[in-house]
């Protein structure tokens, strides 16, 4: 073996797996940027509400118009 395939063997292709791995891993988020908040940057995304029940949130509370009673008893 010469010194030149030597360390194409040595040092190429351990070199070659390396950046396979890292492509493979960091690639995607290195093509394109990530669409996230940055402190710093201003706000320009849409409010939105994160609640675990979303019907919550089209009910309309009036106001004086509970049935409701509360209290110890547990009749609410």
């Known amino acids: ?18 950046l396979l791995l890292v492509s493979a891993i960091w690639g995607k ?9 940055r402190p710093g940057k201003a706000w320009t995304y849409a409010p ?16 004086g118009s509970t049935t409701a009673v509360g209290g110890a008893s547990g009749e609410w």
């Open 1 to 18: 073996m010469t010194v030149i395939e030597t360390l194409l063997v040595f040092v190429g292709i351990p070199l070659l797996v390396v």
């Open 29 to 37: 988020s290195l093509a394109q940027a990530p669409n996230r908040y």
């Open 48 to 63: 939105r509400w994160f609640t675990a029940h979303p019907d919550a949130l089209l009910h309309t509370a009036t106001i």
